[in-house]
């Protein structure tokens, strides 16, 4: 795909907000190229002192899991970070990050902020021979590209939380009050279509309004 | 089921690759980025590693300084032992073969290994040809002392690029050449003018398309690692500060006095290695780091294979 996908005003829907990227281990930079693109200043947090700097947003990048939530604890960032998510600040999780997110961890692996009810398998599509790429519809979204590397799946969703794509019948996105967990790779694609609707989740009316207009055209789940 | 998908069906094992094989893969390296990718000789050390926060490791038979030690035709390890650290860990498992072997690199497709390391550590097979890693559906990555190596082995199909470094030794001065060399060509390749690339191309023998995209991006196409000689926190912190996007260690973590102690050390300088303080405390204590040999002291330079 050359052409970016982008909906109106897609360049300034981030304008005036920082995002707050995590930046232990993964792939932090392509989710700061993305943000910083629709208008968002990103900062990189890497210690306890970062993750104590004012932010509106908070993304979990991909990665791998395991050392991302031993970093977490390790560098003083794992109860500060809790507590925003608690207090409802917009958290995206993508791969490792939804893993991070999640209440329960399927088959192992330690357990992330625990903030998002439902269940994952980690590395639900085997090794990285099973890694694919695929286009889906996305909270009423269509054609939405997707890439899923050593992904994980959504196996269980607890009550209240919304499924927002599936794949084959399995879920791999989520939202769950201002929590956003995707199982692929929307960094990686040029689509900006699903780090917009991020950019929407716990915002101004205006920005209500996407989600609002997507939850009419659902028909998935 | 997930298997039922369309593009699943694409990438079963010792099916022909398609195109989108490779942005996969490269994708997997970029999902190691701002991680340590440790070498790894049993389950246990397997073990080790990933509790010690490594984003993959390296199933090998022995790891270089022994390779060094021992002398001899060094080959791929023993499939048995690389599915022994594969059911041991959850993170990605690398596995190395010969330099042109690529039978060996078909054994290693088979047995699902997440990354194969065409590696110069090992006796190469093949004095004059790579292997045609666009054949294959797993990633590789190969060890590159400058620009034109690193971009003929992406023109072959490597999804990712390490420095060669000077593997075994504890010395890091090789590692800290390559880096340098690397980023120094490609700032000249962004600072020439667009009729100078063809030129440019000719002198690095490598492909026009791939010099076109340095000069355009001011970057390699694929995931550039540090990799020969790091041996502690400050040797990582010192590559990443130079460039690169991660750090594989050898022989540095298992052949010093305190294995898990060390790789955590390593880890969070990775994370963090512009944090001096940081790196200072994580300097700390580490016990005693492995031997070294400087490389005036060597016999094979490991680097010098494969061109």
Redesign the interface.
């Known amino acids: 795909m050359n052409q970016t996908v982008r909906t109106d005003g897609a360049a300034s829907c981030g304008q005036g907000q920082t995002v707050g990227v995590l ?8 989710h700061e190229r993305r943000f910083e693109r629709l208008g968002c200043r990103c900062i990189e947090l ?2 306890a002192s970062d993750a104590a700097k004012p932010f509106d947003r908070l993304v979990l990048p ?3 899991s ?2 991302q939530i ?2 977490l604890h ?2 003083g960032m794992f109860e500060p970070l809790l507590e925003r998510i608690a207090a409802g600040m917009p958290v995206l999780g993508t ?2 990050g939804l893993i991070l997110l999640a209440a329960r961890v399927g ?3 330690a357990g992330g902020f625990g903030t998002l009810p439902v269940a994952v398998r ?13 286009s889906a519809a996305f909270a009423g979204l269509e054609h939405v590209p997707m ?1 899923f ?2 992904a994980p ?1 959504v196996v269980e969703a607890g009550e209240g939380v919304d499924v927002l794509a599936r ?4 879920i791999v996105a989520v939202r769950y009050g201002n929590q956003l967990g995707v199982a692929f ?1 929307p960094e ?1 694609d040029d689509d900006d279509r699903v780090l917009e609707a991020f950019l929407a989740m716990g915002g101004a009316e205006s920005a209500r309004a996407f989600w609002k207009s997507a939850e009419a055209v659902r028909s998935i789940g | ?2 298997n ?2 369309p ?2 069906k ?4 010792n099916e022909q690759p398609t195109e ?1 094989r490779s ?3 490269r ?2 390296a ?6 340590v990718i440790m070498d790894v000789t049993t389950p246990e050390q397997a073990r080790i590693a ?2 010690a ?4 490791v390296m199933a090998l038979e022995r790891i270089p300084a022994d390779i060094r030690a021992a002398g001899g035709v060094s080959r791929m390890s023993d499939p048995a032992m690389i599915k022994g650290i ?1 059911a041991a860990v ?4 690398m596995a190395k073969c010969r330099i042109g072997h690529f039978v060996e690199a078909q054994v290693l ?1 088979a047995v ?4 194969i390391d065409e590696s110069e550590v090992l006796s190469p097979a093949d004095d004059t040809y790579h292997i045609d890693k666009t054949a294959f ?3 590789f990555v190969c060890g590159a002392r400058d620009l034109g190596e690193a971009l003929r082995r992406i023109a072959e199909g490597a999804s990712m690029i390490r420095t060669k470094g000077e593997p075994g030794t504890g010395d890091v001065v090789q590692a800290v050449r390559h880096m340098r060399m690397m980023n120094a060509q490609i700032g000249k390749v962004v600072s020439l003018r667009e009729d100078e690339l063809f030129e440019e191309a000719k002198q690095l023998q490598v492909p026009y398309d791939f010099v076109r995209f340095v000069h355009d991006e001011g970057r390699l196409p694929v995931v550039n690692f540090a990799a020969g000689g790091v041996a502690t926190p400050a040797d990582a912190a010192l590559m990443m500060q130079l460039g690169a996007e991660g750090v594989f260690v050898g022989s540095g973590i298992f052949k010093s006095g305190d294995p898990a102690k060390r790789a ?1 050390a390593i ?2 300088a ?3 290695f512009e ?1 001096a303080g ?1 790196i200072a405390a994580l300097s700390e204590d580490l016990g005693e780091a492995m031997v070294g040999i400087n490389e005036q002291e060597i016999d094979i330079l490991m680097a010098e294979r494969g061109r």
């Open positions: 930046a232990v281990q993964g792939a932090f930079v392509e890497r210690q991909g990665g791998e395991t050392v031993k970093l390790e560098l791969c490792a088959n192992g692996g980690r590395n639900a599509y085997g090794r990285q021979l099973g890694s694919f790429h695929a890439t590397i050593r799946l794949i084959d019948g399995s790779h990686l | 089921m997930p039922s998908h593009a699943f694409t990438v079963v094992p989108g942005v996969l893969n994708a997997l970029q999902m190691l980025k701002g991680g990933e509790e926060g490594a984003c993959a594969q959850s993170i990605p498992v497709q699902e290994i997440d990354y559906a797993v990633p955590q880890v969070k990775v994370a963090n944090d940081m």
